[in-house]
């Protein structure tokens, strides 16, 4: 008698299990199909009042698109809005290509004081950062987290789980203030 029973189970649940388990190798979870599905994209450079003494008056503003079909979230912090939507955490590196005596500065590192933002598919937000934090050998990440990964989080949100998107300073189209003083 188990022995029917555990055999009826197996064979109700192995399809459902083997339906489950086929992937698709076409399936894109991406809304724009031309682009990565977490990106960040340049939207202005501008002047900027330093947050703290070491920045200068010169920032950039970049926007974090989120395009894929899932929300994703991301650590943030309070500003006013001259700096964007939100404050956004990233670290600062050094393009291993260049030169090893380039001064890395120090992003805004996460710190007792944040909140969780939740972006939605196709959603976006804009955060400023310093100029300096993107002159030529620099590049920043920030970090996110897709919402599938944080169902039975058990640090209520703490993004265990961390993906990074990067932009290069290279990307960056040319910056008039920083062409005239180079000519």
């Not at 064979?11 to 977490?38: G, Y």
């Not at 003494?53 to 650590?75: A, D, F, M, Y």
């Not at 590192?109 to 002159?135: N, Y």
């Not at 998107?165 to 203030?177: E, R, T």
Request: with cysteine.
């Amino acid at each position: 008698m188990i022995k029917r029973i555990i055999t009826i189970f197996f064979s109700f649940l192995l399809p459902v299990v083997c339906v489950w388990c086929q992937h698709d190798k076409n399936t894109d979870f991406r809304i724009d199909k031309r682009l990565p599905s977490v990106y960040l994209s340049f939207e202005k450079f501008g002047p900027r009042k330093p947050r703290y003494p070491s920045e200068s008056e010169q920032g950039v503003w970049l926007r974090l698109n989120n395009n894929s079909c899932w929300e994703i979230t991301v650590k943030t912090f309070g500003v006013t809005s001259e700096y964007g939507d939100v404050g956004l955490f990233y670290d600062v590196r050094r393009d291993l290509r260049s030169s090893n005596d380039l001064k890395v500065p120090v992003g805004y590192r996460i710190a007792d004081i944040s909140s969780v933002r939740t972006l939605k598919p196709g959603g976006s937000l804009v955060f400023s950062i310093p100029r300096e934090h993107l002159v030529p050998g620099l590049y920043i990440l920030v970090g996110f987290s897709y919402e599938w990964e944080l169902h039975g989080d058990s640090g209520g949100g703490v993004l265990e789980i961390v993906h990074s998107v990067g932009f290069l300073a290279a990307d960056l189209p040319s910056d008039p203030k920083i062409d005239k003083k180079n000519n």
